[in-house]
């Protein structure tokens, strides 16, 4: 943390308080910190409190009305290694995603090329709302880090999620980002996986026709290695299923099991399957299979006229399988790869598999699909729950897929997590 120079934007909430403790701890760990308030802010936590445990002024208009002095917030942009909005209310969660810049917060936020972490802290309504929770996979989408709040007795009387976490957990997330361990904008605190078993399958699977032929497809498993890495850096513990291919995970921590064929892969999930907490299901599994397969290379000759007929059989749907032995503290996500019709078929494989959601890929949208190193993709948890991201990179979509299952895990775990 030692030089690090870190924004602390505060937002008009309860909890702005805990940001006099922040504050401290960041300059005690060597921290630069420059605090900007949003106006609503100064009426719950005095300007004068942060600029003295900062060591600087507190930044809280675009212009000094005195004597015109402008505060030049492309320069505090380029000036910060992270920005750290914290409470962050749904008002300014809801300007951020818009665009709006009326204040010096959300100019500095437009302008700011680090990292930006955003700490929502409100009332349960308001963040169980579908308009708070759009704005959220608005900002998700635009590569945002958040942090979401804790769970606990609200200001209001009621319980449930909206608190802001403490001081010293909001201290240690970014003490864990700067020291190389949490990756720039993953969707929730380092600890929040810790402890969790993940399961993920990734890549094709080959179907063997004879020892030199096959029949597979085109994935190169590179959405389910990034989703292994992202989960490990969180601290999940990661089995990684992965089918044929030269790629493999950059985690250290990620433990790969090899596998060829859908047999293959059906075996290594059967064994491990039980022992997870989340199942993801990413490999591109080969739905037929040659209903023998030959020992010896079949060769071209005047018997067969140079040609080969295949009688071919369905493979285990492992996904399908795996529904079946599920447990209720599980979380279930699937991939759905379509050419038509592709949320009618994604949303009858979420019915059928009983799955927490499913991600759909359309072969239509351009730059999706297999080999890419970007994706686009749809989240679906039912009808009238459909979330439609924009074209983005691999790891990026890994983010919100795990902060997806990061909120079905609180659902299921609760204040266990």
């Not at 609503?40 to 015109?68: C, D, M, W």
């Not at 955003?118 to 880090?145: C, E, K, S, Y």
């Not at 749809?378 to 991201?389: A, M, N, T, V, Y």
Request: hydrophobic fraction near 40%; proline fraction near 5%.
């Amino acid at each position: 943390m030692k030089g690090k120079r870190i924004i602390l934007g505060i937002c008009g909430g309860i909890a702005a308080y805990k940001m006099a403790v922040l504050t401290r701890l960041l300059v005690k760990a060597g921290a630069e910190v420059q605090v900007i308030m949003t106006r609503e802010a100064q009426s719950f936590i005095g300007p004068l409190t942060l600029a003295t445990l900062s060591g600087k002024p507190v930044l809280n208009r675009l212009y000094h009305r005195g004597n015109g002095t402008w505060t030049n917030h492309v320069e505090l942009g380029l000036w910060a290694d992270l920005m750290l909005i914290a409470p962050a209310t749904a008002n300014s969660i809801s300007a951020m995603a818009s665009g709006k810049s009326d204040n010096l917060l959300l100019t500095t936020y437009l302008s700011a090329r680090c990292p930006v972490w955003v700490a929502p802290a409100m009332d349960l309504d308001m963040w169980n709302h579908p308009a708070t929770q759009r704005n959220i996979r608005t900002l998700q989408a635009d590569g945002l880090h958040i942090i979401p709040p804790a769970e606990g007795e609200l200001a209001s009387g009621l319980s449930g999620p909206g608190r802001l976490p403490e001081p010293e957990e909001l201290f240690e997330e970014l003490q864990a980002f700067f020291q190389g361990s949490v990756s720039s904008a993953l969707p929730g605190p380092s600890k929040l996986f810790k402890g969790i078993k993940a399961l993920i399958t990734a890549g094709p699977t080959y179907e063997a026709i004879d020892p030199v032929r096959y029949i597979g497809n085109h994935s190169s498993g590179k959405m389910g290695i990034a989703l292994a890495d992202e989960l490990a850096a969180l601290g999940a513990e990661v089995r990684l299923i992965k089918g044929p291919g030269s790629l493999h995970a950059r985690h250290p921590a990620v433990e790969e099991v090899p596998v060829s064929s859908a047999e293959d892969m059906h075996r290594a999930c059967q064994e491990h399957f039980e022992n997870s907490d989340v199942f993801i299901a990413a490999a591109a599994v080969a739905d037929y299979r040659p209903k023998e397969s030959s020992k010896q290379k079949i060769k071209k000759n005047a018997e067969n006229n140079g040609q080969i007929q295949l009688e071919l059989v369905k493979t285990t749907d492992i996904l399908a399988a795996m529904s079946q032995r599920r447990r209720e503290d599980q979380v279930l996500v699937g991939f759905a790869l379509e050419t038509e019709n592709e949320q009618d078929n994604a949303l009858r494989k979420l019915r059928e598999k009983k799955l927490n959601f499913i991600v759909l890929n359309s072969l239509n949208d351009p730059g999706a699909g297999f080999g890419g190193d970007d994706n686009q993709v749809s989240l679906i948890e039912g009808p009238q729950q459909i979330d439609r991201f924009p074209l983005s990179s691999k790891q990026q979509v890994a983010r919100i897929i795990i902060d997806r299952i990061a909120q079905h895990l609180q659902r299921i775990k609760g204040d266990t997590l």
